[in-house]
């Protein structure tokens, strides 16, 4: 029996398929995203092959891709993930339909011309969604301790950054308030109150970080760093997944996404700012752990990294020099994981 391939237009409520047997499309339907409807598909494609080797599925990635994907593999059908970055041919079509998303999908998967997406572990998928939860808490702390300042500021009272660092810090504003500021005592206990709360998660969330990844040979020679700590460590680890799926230094940092862009055209060659591509956590997370091992400097003055961003601040803007280094940085990165080396100022090759 001749091989199928399926494409499928994932949503949220419901997914389109599109089934391709010898170039030509011999159903197309409708599911809901449900236990239901994953069922139903599964039934018509076991009808409609001798074993499930002989039916290939793709799928854009989304946010319930790995879900759909684990149920399709668990039948014993092949899936592929597909890179919606680098297969603009569904984005940028004139007649965009879901029915014409799957039959673009199924088309180009029995070519054999689909870029596939990679799926990190479940276990990387739950420490970003612990770092995600995290960094979302955080940006709470800021913005609580922002409206603080402006309260403070509306009784004419002028605060400083570190007088809400700490609970024992915001202890000693309260209690140093009079009794005609009892109306600011409110509104501060409030969002105080709040803040401890939501500091005491980070906290513990950052404790769970380091149970879970105690094992973690990435997680662990990503700390010999100076400057990376357990959530920067983690964002990394995470976003890697596995050091061996990049080529070489070079491919590592374009998927970090601080590469500049380059276009040429005959014999002209022009460069611009970093791509951005890749992901964001990742990229900030580099960016963060140059600016700590900056601040630092009684430590890391004498390193390689910090020689070269000194001279690079020289004849560049700070912010510049910085994502320079930060590039640098992640060639370390993929030179210690890849040859499980940790961090040596005196013996890693970073050039």
């Known amino acids: 029996m001749s091989k199928i391939y399926a494409g499928i237009d994932l949503h949220k409520t419901q997914f389109t398929v599109c089934i391709l047997r010898d170039g030509l499309y011999e159903k197309e339907g409708q599911y809901p995203t449900s236990n239901e409807g994953y069922k139903a598909f599964i039934s018509d494609l076991q009808a409609m092959c001798m074993i499930p080797e002989d039916v290939e599925l ?12 684990t149920i399709m593999e668990d ?17 940028l079509s004139t007649r965009k339909t879901d029915k014409n998303d799957a039959r673009t999908l199924a088309d180009f998967l029995s070519k054999e011309m689909l870029p596939k997406s990679h799926l990190c572990s479940p276990m990387n998928e739950g420490i970003r969604r612990i770092l995600k939860c995290r960094s979302l808490m955080v940006q709470d702390c800021v913005a609580l301790k922002n409206q603080a300042h402006s309260i403070m500021l509306a009784y004419g009272k002028v605060t400083k950054p570190t007088q809400f ?22 509104s501060l206990e409030t969002l105080f109150d709040t803040l401890d709360v939501i500091e005491s998660q980070v906290k513990n969330m950052e404790k769970r970080l380091n149970e879970i990844t105690r094992a973690d040979r990435y997680v662990r020679l990503l700390m010999t760093i100076p400057g990376i700590g357990i959530v920067n460590a983690c964002t990394i680890s995470a976003y890697i997944d596995d050091i061996s799926r990049f080529e070489s230094a070079g491919h590592f940092s374009s998927f970090c996404g601080i590469v500049p862009w380059v276009q040429t055209s005959n014999e002209s060659v022009h460069y611009g700012r970093i791509t951005k591509r890749g992901p964001q956590e990742l990229r900030t997370a580099l960016v963060q752990c140059v600016v700590a091992m900056i601040r630092m400097s009684d430590k890391t003055q004498n390193t390689r990294l910090m020689k070269q961003y000194a001279a690079l601040k020289e004849n560049k803007s700070s912010g510049k020099a910085i994502i320079a280094t930060a ?15 940790p961090f040596d100022i005196t013996k890693l090759n970073v050039s």
């Open 75 to 91: 039948a014993g059908f092949t899936v592929t993930v597909v890179n919606t970055l680098r297969f603009k041919v569904v984005n």
């Open 58 to 69: 793709a799928i854009e990635s989304t946010g319930n891709a790995r879900h759909f994907k």
């Open 327 to 341: 590039r640098k940085l992640s060639t370390v990165i993929y030179v210690m994981l890849r040859d499980s080396v």
């Open 165 to 186: 660092q700490s609970k024992k810090n915001r202890s000693a504003l309260l209690a140093s308030l009079l009794k005609r500021d009892s109306t600011l005592k409110y």
